[in-house]
């Protein structure tokens, strides 16, 4: 350590440093940089999946709801009575009354083909009906 003995205008000798050291703030940053540039191809998930395309809005219920049931065989139901696929058209005109607005709910077996329910469900929205709602079973509350 250094002590100046002389002065030269008799007051006080320190200078205010009006500079910042920014080396550390340097450090930090490239610490982070390197940890994310790490941490990020790590985050994403890359599954490959060959998925069809659909796309359907949730809709409130109705009163007396249209229902149309592909079972495990790949046979399509509307309402109670069993159609064939290419009838399927004309089974939910007479069902709905011609009335294209209609909310169908499309109830498929959990053993059924992803692929198999979509097909059905192209069909419905080719028919003209775009209002589809999927119908599932609700899970029981976990007991605590």
Not at 94 to 115: M, N, Q
Request: glycine share 6%; charged share 20%; net charge negative.
């Amino acid at each position: 350590m250094a002590v100046r003995l002389g002065s030269r205008s008799g007051g006080d000798d320190f200078e205010v440093q009006h500079e910042i050291n920014v080396t550390p703030f340097i450090d930090v940053i490239l610490v982070l940089l390197i940890i994310f540039m790490v941490a990020a191809p790590l985050a994403t998930v890359d599954i490959g999946v060959n998925l069809p395309s659909s796309s359907a809005p949730e809709q409130p219920r109705p009163d007396k709801p249209v229902f149309v049931t592909v079972k495990p065989d790949g046979s399509v139901a509307v309402g109670e009575s069993i159609v064939a696929r290419d009838a399927l058209a004309s089974a939910l005109d007479t069902a709905t009354s011609s009335h294209k607005d209609e909310t169908i709910f499309v109830r498929g077996d959990k053993d059924l083909s992803y692929g198999d329910l979509i097909q059905v469900m192209n069909l419905l929205r080719d028919a003209g009906y775009l209002k589809l709602a999927l119908v599932g079973l609700e899970a029981p509350a976990a007991k605590q």
